[in-house]
């Protein structure tokens, strides 16, 4: 199936620690994104990487870092996990988003305790 | 600042009936508008898309409309099924900017379809 596919779905921790969360586009994209879903469900951009190279980078927590190995990989790591980070974390590609716009993954629901 | 607001924030309608979600943007210079429906636990999946010159577009029993003069737009759902309960978000792209700054969502309409 092509797709763009994340894991884990679910992601539990506890407050302080370091976790990953990874995403594989098979659609040949060129341009892949990390979004945070909040609460009142706004997506709102965290990073995008484009052929890796980073395009943009959101006044998001350094906590926060993105690592991309090829173009079909697009990882956030979170360092120092807190409370407020619990959300759902959405990765997404796109090849011409203005054409074609977003594939998105389903999500994976971060809860920090 | 570039904003897009959605209403009704919820929305319950009873299955085979119509309804209709409200999109209006201040988003400049403007590219292109979308619709996703996001179903729960999944990501968005794109609707439709619209450009400045199209008015109105149709993705089966979905209908988007775009009034580029007024920034705004609607999606009409005819004959509701249980399988449309979901949220729907409008999506405004921007011309020139870098690829990550091109998109400002709505915070989405929750639908949700009873027998």
């Known amino acids: 199936d092509t797709a763009v596919s994340q894991t884990p779905k679910y992601l539990v921790t506890q407050m302080g620690n370091d976790k990953s969360i990874k995403c594989e586009q098979n659609?040949?994209?060129?341009?892949m994104y990390w979004y945070k879903q909040d609460s009142k469900k706004f997506l709102k951009i965290m990073f995008s990487?484009?052929?890796?190279?980073?395009?943009i980078n959101e006044t998001v927590p350094n906590r926060f870092s993105p690592k991309s190995p090829d173009k079909a990989h697009l990882n956030l790591h979170i360092n120092s996990l807190e409370l407020g980070d619990s959300a759902v974390y959405f990765c997404?590609?796109?090849?011409?988003?203005?054409?074609?716009?977003?594939?998105f993954g389903s999500g994976t629901r971060l809860t920090v305790v | 600042k570039n904003q897009v607001e959605q209403s009704p924030q919820s929305l319950i309608i009873l299955e085979g009936k119509n309804c209709t979600l409200q999109?209006?943007?201040?988003?400049?210079?403007?590219?292109?508008l979308r619709w996703y429906k996001q179903d729960t636990g999944r990501g968005p999946v794109s609707l439709t898309i619209?450009?400045?010159?199209?008015n109105t577009k149709s993705n089966g029993r979905y209908t988007a409309t775009l009034d580029a003069d007024t920034k705004q737009s609607s999606l009409h759902i005819t004959a509701s099924q249980l399988s449309d309960s979901a949220s729907y978000i409008c999506?405004?792209?921007?011309?020139?900017?870098?690829?990550?700054?091109?998109?400002?969502f709505g915070g989405g309409t929750r639908v949700l379809v009873k027998p």
């Open positions: 997404a590609s796109s090849q011409d988003v203005e054409v074609y716009g977003y594939t």
């Open positions: 659609l040949g994209h060129d341009t």
């Open positions: 990487y484009n052929n890796k190279e980073l395009i």
């Open positions: 999109c209006n943007y201040t988003v400049s210079p403007f590219s292109n």
């Open positions: 619209m450009t400045f010159s199209e």
């Open positions: 999506v405004v792209s921007a011309s020139h900017q870098a690829a990550g700054n091109k998109l400002t």
